[in-house]
Nanobody, 115 residues
Framework: QVQLVESGGGLVQPGGSLTLSCAAS????????MNWYRQAPGKQREWVAV???????NYADSVKDRFTISRDNAKNTVYLQMNTLKPEDTAVYYCNAFLRVNQYWGQGTQVTVSS
């Protein structure tokens, strides 16, 4: 079992930055693929970024060159550094762990980009 807790969301002006954190408890973090997803009001949840156990990364086109995903296996934590934020980045951001054949989700953290 893996439990995930996101933090770091909040209100930010367009062009600003935020860093989200996702702390994992339980076993297996270092071998899990870690993802960030987001869900805007009235829209389906969409995938944002992934970091594999070995550190390779991939991003949705909408956030490429603005967001950076990273992980610290010693701290069982994955991060999402978000720069040059836009109003359309407003959403609840969810951390996801894919471990062996199971998926685990956090409760989400709200990010609002508004002036």
């Amino acid at each position: 079992q893996v439990q995930l807790v996101e933090s770091g969301g909040g209100l930010v002006q367009p062009g600003g930055s935020l860093t989200l954190s996702c702390a994992a408890s339980g076993s297996g973090f270092s071998i899990a693929s870690m993802n960030w997803y987001r869900q805007a009001p009235g829209k389906q949840r969409e995938w944002v970024a992934v970091i594999a156990p070995g550190g390779s990364r991939n991003y949705a086109d909408s956030v490429k060159d603005r967001f950076t995903i990273s992980r610290d296996n010693a701290k069982n934590t994955v991060y999402l550094q978000m720069n040059t934020l836009k109003p359309e980045d407003t959403a609840v951001y969810y951390c996801n762990a894919f471990l062996r054949v199971n998926q685990y989700w956090g409760q989400g953290t709200q990010v609002t980009v508004s002036s």
